[in-house]
């Protein structure tokens, strides 16, 4: 990431961390929409020759020796395009956004609570996919009216905009509604959700592609130009690329239908080019269940927090955002929660294990209280839905260290009747 930042042997280190980060989410199961946006920003720093102007890389190519000359003959092969031909790479990779949006609009349409204009009540109450989340549900309890009618209105434009945003942008007035639609929405996004590097990869690449190259005048480029015919070559080959992807998600209706090739959708994807199924039925009663686990009965793990939200190792740990929080939440089971031989018991058993092992003793205590709550049921009351309840505990207990870590389930209670509000909000446990 640094050399890329710094524009150290730039289409060589951009490709190098584009291969890592598919390697790394291939290892960990964390593929999604925030890796495959930034896979795609990484393709298109690849296309333009990002780097051979503004970076170390620039500078090195104005040096005599044998490191400019390396340097000035990998941009050669690579080659650096006219102004012209970043303008068709540009709208290439803003076709290929926008079929992405628009693949991801037709699940959004598909999605009840996006039709009904539930959804962005649903994400701005969660307390696990909002950073708002407080002051949203302050808002519904004092004007649930209010409130409902703000989602329709906020889902409706959401809705309209990714759908129609390919349309709208060849007319110079709705371009500029396209634009400012973008921008805002992603700076809200970050500001507002918790979509870890979403935002800010998608408004990254939302400036790349709407800055505007200026023409060089300097000679000392002009031996790294595309020749035309090498440009024509790579506009054809996006448009071949974009054409088989869009006829592929038309045939399956963004993935609401199989795939005819499943394996062309994983290969397409490798580049971020996909119809994302997100913030649909399957994201959205994500903040529904959560657990709070303390160490030796009493000190909290900063892991959930006692209403679901993410604390400190949810906002920097891929490994246990995606493995063991999202996964535990999407398992989640009312009648299955405590089998030991589901996976939800399992990922449970890890985090005690990953805890445990990093604090090097020889024996630890963990309780994992289970929490409900009906946030994302619109259909009743803001007081009933907030309401957090808790359904049970189970009790693990861990020894040896490092590689020798075992940590076993002792005991768990399973509460008949789900209790409410019955632990405080700080961070022991009474």
Known sequence: ???????????????????????????????????????????????????ARRSVDAVLMRRPGWIGGAVRALYRLLGTPSTRGIRAILVLYFIALALINLGGAVNHWDDDAWRSGRAMQI????????????????????????AAWTSWLLTMTQLVMQTAMLALIWWRPTAWLVIVWGTVFFLSSIVALQLHYLGAFELLLWIALFHRPQASARAVDQPLTRRRWSELAIAGTGIVFLTVFAVHEASARAGIDDYPFPRLRLYLSLLGVHSPQVFNHNDLPLGDAWTVVYRNNWERLPYHGPRGERLAWLQFNDLLLYRSSIRWRNEYRPDTFFDPDRDGVGRLQQLVAFDHRRRHTPASTYIVDYYTSRASHTEL?????????????????????????HCAVMSSIRLPDALTETQSDSDSRP
């Open 1 to 51: 990431m640094c050399l890329v930042t710094a524009g150290v042997l730039t289409p060589v280190s951009t490709i190098g961390l584009l291969y890592t980060t598919r390697l790394y989410e291939a290892e960990l199961s964390s593929e999604s929409l925030a890796s495959n946006i930034l896979a795609l920003l990484l393709s298109l720093l690849v296309m333009t020759s990002a780097g």
């Open 381 to 405: 009351p803001p007081a009933a839905r907030f309401e957090r309840r808790l359904v049970g505990s189970t009790h693990f207990s861990c020894s040896g260290e490092a590689n020798a870590v």
């Open 123 to 146: 994400l701005f109450s969660s307390s696990y996919m909002s950073r708002v989340w407080p002051v949203w549900r302050a808002f519904e309890v004092y004007s649930p009216s209010a």
